[in-house]
């Protein structure tokens, strides 16, 4: 079976259809979240539904349970706060069930998915190093950690009781005696200085993970985001990818 795993949607429907696309052509059978549907894009409400048409399967990231006002925006910076604002006023409250509705881990066979640093899954920590991984090979029980937050792909893998090391290749066969946590990067507003739409997809019989690059209409997001009123800051950042 392939698993398409995607994180950080951010409310950017050109992102996610493209990814949607992309999977279906590599025969993609089940979808992953690793949350942060919602905040800072202008398709909040599209891409909820698009993720329920397609049956996604996954867990909240800190934008959902800021919008439903269940983490205190103060650990916010001042664009998200902005981003949640205007997200809660467009969502009616099939929307709001859905976003509640969603587990904060979420376990798929041997996949262990959860938004940020899963030893404490509500303390949204940022998993930035390969140091960081390290100390969190330990709060997960199954293989293959999956998560998200940074907007920043990271691939780890643990063997033993060795350190953690990174995968800097896009592809690799998962090992039998080995650990993984892997952040897939952000679908809506990757960070590491390429635009392009991150996504990965997991071979759970072939036991191959592969990371993806998908291009989609940032201009036209850039228009949506300009439309919405939303601070002209989160266009401008989907151009360079930061
Ligand atoms: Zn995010």
Request: glycine share 10%; aromatic share 8%.
């Amino acid at each position: 079976m392939k698993v398409g795993v995607l994180s950080d949607i951010h409310g950017n429907l050109e992102a996610l259809t493209a990814v949607l696309d992309f999977f279906s052509r590599k025969g993609v059978e089940r979808i992953l979240s690793c949350g942060d549907i919602v905040g800072y894009g202008p398709d909040p409400v599209a891409c909820i539904e698009l993720l329920q048409k397609v049956g996604a399967l996954g867990v909240a990231g800190n934008h959902e349970l800021g919008v439903l006002r269940k983490t205190p925006l103060a650990r916010f910076n001042p664009l998200a706060v902005i981003g949640i604002h205007w997200t809660g006023d467009q969502l009616l409250d099939g929307h709001r069930f859905y976003l509640d509705g969603l587990p904060l881990v979420f376990r798929f066979g041997p996949l262990h998915i959860v938004h940020a640093a899963p030893a404490e899954p509500a303390e949204w920590e940022y998993v930035f190093s390969v140091d960081d991984a390290d100390e969190q090979m330990g709060a997960f029980f199954t293989d293959i950690c999956l998560i998200g937050h940074t907007h920043i792909p990271l691939m780890t893998e643990k063997v033993a009781k060795q350190p953690a090391r990174m995968i800097k290749k896009e592809g690799f066969f998962i090992r039998e005696d080995a650990k993984y946590l892997i952040n897939v990067g952000s679908v809506g507003q990757p960070r590491d200085g390429d635009p392009r739409a991150a996504c990965m997809i997991i071979d759970l019989n072939e036991k191959q993970i592969t990371l993806y690059r998908v291009e989609y209409d940032i201009a036209r997001t850039q228009e949506k985001i300009r439309r919405a009123g939303l601070p002209e800051e989160l266009a401008l950042r989907l151009a360079q990818g930061r």
